[in-house]
């Protein structure tokens, strides 16, 4: 590594740090949550007005910006040289804001070093990020063999049919890399299977309402029911609320609302969390005034949410490469008395995926359900004896003093979707005691993550991993256009 190099570019990225904070900033402030719809927005108005607003940015720090059709967005050169480009690919769409926030979601504020905001660390922060990445790199005139290119989606966190439409009527580049992951290389993903279980008997009359959780990708921090008032109902939520800490009632006139809380995490990372659905799914199941075919299916249900592992799904699995295949309820409906209960399933590359849905399918069947299959997005491997992978890992180490090794992980990123195309970054990195103070005074338990309450970005690491890029953008040129 050129040390001196390194100083370089440290020195403006610390002196652009201000600036472009407050550039992201101004992207937290949309409420870009995907909502596919017909015309001039397929994402909806708040994501297209954030995707203008991104390539303003990028025309106001000099590049050449261009908008397809609202599903993507470019910034770099006017003359594109797609067979020599590395691409740079980010998110601008959102996950749902839940429920429990001590901040504004979409008012993004910094406390400390700290930036707080829907959005801001997933993936609007390192969207920007890698703008700053091109800007800083050009500024210091830093010779390039690859040419650069910046793109921007609206549609990561819904399903990403933004990257389906791009590569069906775009070119790509040589290599892709995505800002959307921990270093060093990520060179695989599991794949991701949606779908729902949905009950085949309705409900009795007793049950009015059933709630919870906002996306797929989410484990839900709130589910709610509306029951239908009895003298003998309250009774017995009067004595099984008490044994359940998560779960509260509000007394109507003619109907009691039972709200159960857990806490979010991201559905591929799923440790540490708590279902509220299982949580409200268990105590329903508990209420001996409900009818009894009521509580067997809350029953099967609160079983089915409990583990995260697919052990109760009959789909557990492991490889040496991708490691578990995890499997999380994440959204839960009532329609016209019947159940539906969205499950986002995370499956480890060597997975048989025709196995898999039949032994779920299965288990549908046998607790007296059907499965309703939204999705299937095949696992994503890039080659791990690429040059780039070798090359781009052993640059984090030595400008980190770390030993980590490339690896595989749960989440989904654009690189599923594109050809050649592998995460880098920019997250992952080691907090220091100041950051860990600093957070703990922030976030309470279960905030500050990227799909948590009080999403925040800790701006001092993305300045450090900024520059690391900088650096594997000055390293790739020792990496030649033929190598993929």
């Known amino acids: 590594m050129d040390t001196k190099l390194y100083d370089k570019i440290s020195t403006w990225f610390d002196e652009h740090r201000e600036q472009m904070t407050a550039d992201i900033m101004r992207l937290v402030r949309f409420p870009s949550v995907s909502q596919p719809q017909e015309g001039e927005a397929p994402f909806g108005e708040p994501c297209k007005d954030c995707l203008e607003e991104t390539l303003a940015l990028g025309r106001e720090h000099g590049f050449y910006t261009e908008n397809y059709e609202n599903y993507v967005g470019s910034i770099g050169e006017q003359e594109k040289d797609w067979k020599n480009m590395i691409g740079f690919w ?14 504004e979601p979409f008012s993004p504020v910094q406390k400390e070093h700290f930036l707080i905001g829907r959005g801001a660390q997933d993936n609007k922060g390192p969207a920007v990020g890698m703008l700053y990445v091109m800007k800083c790199l050009r500024e210091l005139e830093i010779p390039l063999k690859h040419q650069l290119c910046l793109f921007v989606g609206c549609d990561e966190e819904r399903g990403m049919e933004d990257l389906a439409y791009y590569t069906d009527h775009y070119p790509t580049p040589w290599l892709s890399m995505i800002a959307d992951s921990g270093f060093p290389v990520c060179y695989g993903e599991k794949g991701i299977v949606e779908g729902n279980l949905k009950s085949t008997k ?12 906002n996306a797929s990708n989410m484990i839900p921090d709130a589910a709610y029911a509306v029951l239908r008032r009895t003298a003998l109902l309250e009774l017995a939520l009067k004595s099984e609320a008490a044994k359940f800490p998560s779960i509260t009632v509000e007394v109507k006139k003619e109907t009691f609302r039972v709200n159960a809380t857990g806490e979010s995490r991201h559905s591929a990372f799923p440790d ?5 659905i299982y949580e409200l799914m268990r105590f329903l199941a ?11 299916l809350f029953g099967k249900l609160a079983y089915l949410s409990e583990e995260y592992y697919g052990e109760h799904m009959g789909i557990a699995g492991s490889d040496e490469v991708s490691g578990r295949t995890t499997c999380a309820a994440t959204v839960l409906t009532l329609e016209k008395g019947l159940i539906s209960l969205h499950f986002n399933i995370r499956y480890a590359i060597s997975t048989d995926r025709t196995q898999m849905q039949a032994c779920i399918e299965q288990t549908a069947g046998q607790n007296e359900m059907r499965w309703e299959l939204e999705r299937d997005s095949a696992p994503n491997y890039f080659p791990r004896e690429h040059p780039a992978v070798k090359l781009l890992t052993d640059l984090y180490n030595e400008i980190t003093g770390e030993q980590r090794e490339s690896f595989v ?16 970054g920019v997250g992952g990195m080691k907090e220091s005691e100041e950051d860990l103070r600093v957070r703990k005074e922030l976030f309470a338990p279960g905030h500050g993550g990227a799909h948590e309450p009080d999403e925040g970005l800790n701006l001092r ?24």
């Not at 690491?461 to 993929?484: G, R």
Request: proline share 7%; charged share 20%; glycine share 8%.
């Open 90 to 103: 980010n998110h601008l769409d959102v996950v749902p804001v839940g429920s429990h926030w001590q901040y």
């Open 202 to 213: 309705p409900l009795s009359l007793s049950v009015l309402e059933l709630k919870g959780g």
């Open 272 to 276: 540490g969390s708590r279902n509220a």
């Open 286 to 296: 508990s209420l001996t005034p409900l009818p009894a075919e009521d509580r067997e």
């Open 409 to 424: 992980m749960g989440g989904g990123t654009y690189a599923r979707k594109l050809p050649r195309a592998f995460a880098y």
């Open 461 to 484: 690491l993305l300045t450090e991993a900024l520059k690391i890029y900088a650096m594997a953008m000055v390293a790739m040129n020792d990496v030649p256009s033929d190598a993929c």
